[in-house]
């Protein structure tokens, strides 16, 4: 049988190889310190007991690793930050470390994160939490303390914090679209990660030129923006959106959406002051034109009597209108042809205008 310091170990049955008669016993829970370790043998019938001379065993504290870990690894300004430390043996020592754990910021001691007791899970934990109000890189440190059995030890990380990265991207009602058509363009800024939500506003631009701004709501988890516009000038056009990013959040552009403008269709209609007239007798002819989307329609107006030009005149405010006093007599018919301008096509009058010209009465 074996003892440590008085504390018994075991009993194991001697064997005898070679010559030579042993006895092994594994003993697991020796205690840190030096003990004086004494070996006893029982004797039996043909052998008389005896005991040996102490021999000296030194158990040393089991070495620790320590870990430690941040959730979230990299957080925005103002957002919580967990750190769990835990701690184990290292091999080849076992058990579970107990003792407490402090934290410390770039060499000073984190107030709230200062002698905190090692769970009984195994792993052993401990945890607590901080939060920051700017843009930083910390540099954290978890010092384990130690006890009877576990030798004190540190672990190290960094955190980052800073505003969370986010994409933004622009989508457009319809690729193509005609003079003062309104189109849509919708922005959708995501951010990487968390719970909290992009503010602030988006810039809508057209070939890199800012053409409106608008302010991000959320709904349902998405982060959006719109935007109406019916000036789109005529041709390509690249449509971006820019976020302009706010305290927990970056900045970010998105890819241009191509949206395709061209001139608007009309239509042309005609009426006359009077009909009949009498020969001599002033007439005006109004032509009005009909743009399918937008206004503003400039250019001129030509008028026909039976295919022979009678006149022109400038569109205002969507008319045209031709005042003639040398009509023939008869019935003849008028036309007219709107010759568009940059922003709107040109197109005939939809029907023939008859005339009535009479003779004058003496």
Known sequence: SFTAGGVQLGSTPVTTAGGVTTATIDATNLPVGSRSVI?????????????????????HPDNSNVTIAPAPANAAPGQQVTYTVSVSAAAPGAGRPGGTVSLTDDGSLVTRCQNLPLSSTDPPE??????YDADATHSLVAAY?????FVPSTADVTETVAPRPTSTAVTVSSPTSTTGQPVSFTATVTASG???NPTGSVTFTDDGTPIGTSTLTTSGGVTTTSMLLTTLPLGAN???ASFAGDSNFGASASPAARVSVTRATTVL???SSDD????????TFTATVFPATGWGETGTVTFFYESTVIGMASVSNGQAALTTATLPIGTGSITAIYGGDGNFAGSDSTSTWSQEVDPATS
């Open 39 to 59: 070996a006893t043998y029982s004797g039996d019938v043909l052998f008389g007991p005896s005991i040996s001379p102490a021999g000296e065993e030194t158990v």
């Open 126 to 131: 401990a945890t607590c939490s901080e939060a």
């Open 145 to 149: 303390d130690g006890n009877a059995d």
């Open 194 to 196: 968390g719970t909290a």
């Open 238 to 240: 690249a449509i971006g």
């Open 269 to 271: 209609s005609l009426s």
């Open 276 to 283: 009949p007239t009498t020969s001599g007798q002033p007439v």
